[in-house]
């Protein structure tokens, strides 16, 4: 078969390049531990306090180490449920220090809604019936609106927060 | 019929003869166009 001189070049450069995207996904997946945020870890949608992380009083930010964060959160038609502070109001705003790793855990009691730290990596699907888990390092300081990105229902735009990263 | 094939090849230029020089510019502009998206993307990802 006769290939043109420059038919061989862009089938090689596409090849290549195809090559390379596939590498570094590799390398993504298989060295840094990128994977899908639901870990086919499943809960009762109907009883999501029956799991540890998702009872009332394990809501919110908590330090389990020194620089290491979790935050677990109840997702609703139409509110992130981060618990409560001292005086009983809603948390609507947690607050890490830049370079903390934060693992959020997160899980919806009823329809399919979203978790996006808009600013940030931290992007997630949150399905009922499971939970949706995503680890991240905090590297730049600022305040992050946390925004539903899936299309809950009328009162989607309701459901957002706050997380501020300080110096 | 025969004839009319002949004459048509005899037309055709043949494939050493083609340019393909505004080809290869267009492919190699759209490759580096999706390259550039694709590191841009993947920068993006590792300063967040």
């Keep these: 078969m006769h290939l043109h001189k420059f038919e061989k070049i862009w089938l090689v450069f596409g090849m290549a390049s195809l090559a390379l995207f596939l590498l570094i996904t590799g390398f993504a997946a298989f060295w840094k531990g990128t994977h899908p945020q639901s870990h086919i870890e499943t809960i009762d949608p109907q009883n999501v306090e029956a799991h540890e992380a998702f009872k009332p009083e394990n809501l919110g930010l908590q330090e389990v180490a020194d620089g290491k964060y979790t935050v677990n959160i109840v997702a609703s038609a139409f509110n992130y449920d981060f618990g409560t502070d001292a005086d009983g109001k809603a948390v609507k ?6 370079g903390s790793t934060v693992l959020f855990q997160i899980t919806t009691k009823d329809v399919v809604h979203g978790f996006q730290v808009a600013g940030t990596n931290v992007n997630m699907m949150v399905e009922p019936g499971h939970v949706s888990r995503l680890e991240t390092v905090m590297k730049n300081t600022g305040e992050f609106t946390v ?4 299309y809950c229902g009328v009162g989607h735009h309701q459901m957002f927060a706050v997380v501020e990263v300080y110096e | 019929m025969a004839n009319k094939n002949k004459k048509q090849n005899q037309t055709t230029p043949k494939e050493s003869e083609i340019s393909l020089k505004g080809t290869f510019i267009s492919v190699m502009l759209l490759g580096v166009f999706i390259l550039a998206l694709w590191f841009g993307s993947y920068a993006l990802f590792l300063s967040r």
Excluded: S
């Excluded at chain 1, 705003?93 to 830049?98: A, E, F, H, N, Y």
């Excluded at chain 1, 925004?147 to 899936?150: H, I, L």
């Design chain 1, 93 to 98: 705003r947690i607050r890490v220090p830049k």
């Design chain 1, 147 to 150: 925004v539903c990105n899936e």
